[in-house]
């Protein structure tokens, strides 16, 4: 997204969409639609081919991206200025900590003034660096692009890479002849984006995305053939699960994983095997969820079932994997959520959150003997990085908290010895003690306590008289990392308090945190949201009036929800492609990502009680004459997972029925998808924009305030 240098032609009004009511009826419930035509009915052309969209709509959206731009004129030079700080912040040049694997070390790194990764390697032994995959020449005169990863054969001959090219995250994967650097013709479109070796190296396994978007088929194809004559290996036909491969740690099996948001079902195939076919490990049960990994003659599961949870790790022998085998090897305890494992030959590790923290945790096999690693910071992030080497004692995990740039450690799982490999840099500078973190508990309507975590510079009064920003998501169990992230300094640094709110939704406080803000629950988040926001209010961050709330996705739908309960209590909004049209959606199965998000809002189709339910909180549908906050709507036209529509027309109904005279704005990517530019400076622009319109709107919109001490000791 370009930032606009030139004032638009202008406006005297901003955009009114033609009403052209729709009317239908679910359940003896009648429900009026009166922006629907500005869903595309060729929606699925749209995503492989923009220039296919209605000239009616198209003529809408750029519409509103000129209005959009007209309100936010007078802040380009802030645009600049926050997209300069920004990019100085980023170490141009950037790489990550090789990862071994046999005779080489693999990693990614970028070239300064680059936009996209280059995939390197480098011998173990010592020896010059070859550049496997460059992306910034593969992006080249394209308007979009985006690697999706990429993944060498075992015999580190060949190397696949998948590539999108409009946003639409259909991905076509390509393979690579790293001797000679050429591509083979095997081109394989529709994908997921990522694939899986056999252990000769002579088979790839995908997903196959089908017309409505849906990953419904994993696919065998042999090196060298048509792709037309591919194998079917698995293919779901409840289009409420979706599919995905992957391996174990070990790589003796190829994993087939077919799930929706709270059921599983697993299938094994042997690597060395890959014409066998898969083997099922547990009939899909619903509400039962599970993951494998491999160990000798065992299997370790990962799972919910029997009543755990917060999960527990079992055992089960290879010859009879079936639940009925399967033994604890680390039990379930309640307020103790596991959230992933992984397994090494001597090692199991852990990495699990109690009390609203995580921690990695060890497991040696020989003996059970187990030991935590630990971290001292009120509020952190942690993450496990998988190598691909098994047989190891070392580990990589990273470790930051808002104030503390990212370290990459490896950590002796023996000898408990840790490594820093990597401190993430910040060229243009960085004081952690510029900065104060801060863990709060809101009380929740119910009872409730619901965590905070605050970063703000140390010379922000807390007073109650600093704008904050106040970000939140709450959906499909996801945690909000307190991690490290160099754009929220552009925002502390102009005097707002940064906050996140650890909504119900989310699993920050064990499973119960997500189930307690889903389906008939939902409203939780919400209620939540608004707690935090007065919470930070009572206390002296800010004020009622004073804080602008930022989610996007389903995040967005958040956003959109506060707006139409609370809308005095916020300054402005900012919803980054939102969820905001959620009855409609959740009515209409041919949508990519209906049928398995049933489990997470509710089936309105077959259920009145849950249509009334989501009618009661969808956005859209709520949206009413009230005064409602400074709002910034932000869509991308080949998005897949929030259609462009849902945006457009929440905006279209805002602008009709707010009774406030703040400025109500939709900026539409019209070369990108759900999640915004590719390139890494790109994006760095739409967020620009964003910050932008949060300093217009709350009057921050000076330096900051490193630059002004500097000018008043100058």
């Known amino acids: ?101 046999g005779p080489y070390a693999y990693a990614t790194r970028y070239v300064a003034g680059g936009q996209h990764p280059l995939i390197v390697r480098t011998p173990r032994d010592g020896g010059d660096e070859e550049v496997l995959i460059d992306a910034d020449y593969l992006a080249a005169d394209k308007a979009y692009f985006r690697l999706s990863g990429a993944g060498h054969s075992p015999d580190h001959r060949l190397m696949w890479y998948g590539s999108d090219e409009t946003g639409s995250e259909y991905f076509t994967l390509r393979i690579r002849d790293l001797a000679s650097g050429q591509d083979l013709e095997d081109v394989v479109p529709g994908t997921t984006g990522s694939a899986v070796w056999s252990a000769d190296g002579r088979h790839l396994f995908y997903t196959w995305l089908d ?16 792709v037309e004559a591919d194998t079917v290996v698995y293919e779901e036909h409840d289009p409420g699960f979706f599919v995905s491969v992957g391996r174990t740690q070990s790589r003796r099996f190829i994993v087939i994983d077919a799930h929706d948001h709270e059921t599983s079902e697993i299938r094994l195939i042997e690597a060395a095997a890959p014409e066998a076919a898969p083997r099922l490990i547990a009939a899909r049960r619903r509400g039962v969820e599970y993951s494998v990994e491999h160990h000798g003659d065992a299997l370790i599961i990962l799972t919910n079932d029997g009543g755990a949870e917060d999960f527990r790790i079992v055992t089960a022998p290879l010859a009879d994997p079936t639940p009925g085998a399967w033994r604890d090897l680390v039990s379930h305890r309640r307020g103790r959520l596991i959230l992933e494992v992984a397994v090494y030959a001597g090692h199991l590790v852990r990495l699990e959150r109690e009390d609203g923290l995580p921690r990695i945790v060890i497991h040696r096999f020989a003996d059970g003997a187990e030991h935590a690693i630990a971290f001292d910071e009120e509020a952190y992030s942690l993450s ?52 104060i973190v801060r863990r709060l508990h809101a009380p929740a309507p119910d009872g409730e306590s ?62 119960h945190w997500y189930r307690d803000g889903k389906a008939a629950r939902k409203t939780n988040t919400f209620t939540d949201f608004i707690a935090v926001a007065e919470h930070l209010a009572a206390t002296g961050y800010t004020a009622r009036g004073r804080i ?94 929030v259609t462009y529509w849902e945006p457009a027309k929440w905006v279209a109904r805002l602008r009709e029925r707010s009774t406030s005279d703040n400025m109500i704005l939709l900026r539409t990517n019209m070369d990108a998808g759900h999640a915004g530019a590719a390139g890494r400076f790109d994006r760095l622009k739409e967020i620009a924009l964003i910050y932008a319109f949060v300093l217009k709107v709350t009057g921050k919109a000076g330096a900051p305030a490193r630059n002004r001490r500097t000018a008043s000791s100058g």
């Open 450 to 511: 619901v965590p905070v975590s605050v970063l703000h510079h140390r010379d922000t009064p807390i007073d109650g008289t600093a704008p904050c920003l106040l970000y939140g998501y709450g959906a499909y169990g996801i945690s909000v990392p307190a991690a490290f992230n160099t754009n929220w300094l552009s925002i502390v640094d102009r005097g707002l308090v940064f906050a996140i709110a650890h909504v119900r939704g989310g699993k920050e406080k064990g499973y």
């Open 548 to 641: 602008v709330a930022q989610g996007g996705s389903a995040g967005g739908m958040l956003m959109g929800a506060v707006a139409n309960m609370a809308p005095e209590l916020f300054l402005g909004i900012v919803a980054e492609v939102p969820f905001v049209d959620v009855l409609a959606t959740m009515l209409d199965d041919s949508l990519p990502l209906t049928p398995p998000e049933w489990p997470e809002w509710g089936n309105p189709i077959e259920s009145a009680e849950a249509y009334d339910t989501i009618a009661s909180y969808s956005p859209y549908d709520n949206v009413a004459p009230l005064p409602y906050p400074h709002i910034l709507a932000l869509a991308g036209l080949t998005d897949p997972r």
């Open 211 to 226: 017309d409505n978007h849906r990953p419904r088929r994993v696919m065998r194809h042999r090196i060298g053939t048509p």
């Open 384 to 435: 496990l990085q998988h190598g691909y080497e098994f047989d190891t004692t070392t580990i990589r995990f990273s470790y930051s908290s808002m104030r503390t740039p990212a370290q990459v450690f490896d950590y002796d799982m023996e000898s408990r010895a840790r490594r820093l490999r990597k401190r993430q840099e910040v060229p243009s500078g960085h004081d952690p003690d510029d900065y």
């Open 1 to 101: 997204m370009a930032i606009d240098t030139e004032r638009p032609a202008s406006r005297a009004v901003p955009p009114r969409a033609e009403r052209r009511p729709v009317r239908s009826i679910h359940h003896g419930r009648e429900r009026i639609d009166d922006y629907a035509w500005l869903r595309a009915d060729n929606w699925q052309e749209v995503m492989r081919d923009p220039a296919r969209l209605d000239p009616a709509i198209r003529a809408h959206l750029e519409a509103e991206n000129a209005w959009a731009a007209q309100a936010l004129h007078g802040t380009e030079h802030l645009q600049e200025e926050l997209f300069t700080e920004m990019r100085g912040r980023i170490r141009e040049d950037d790489s990550s900590v090789p990862a071994p694997d």
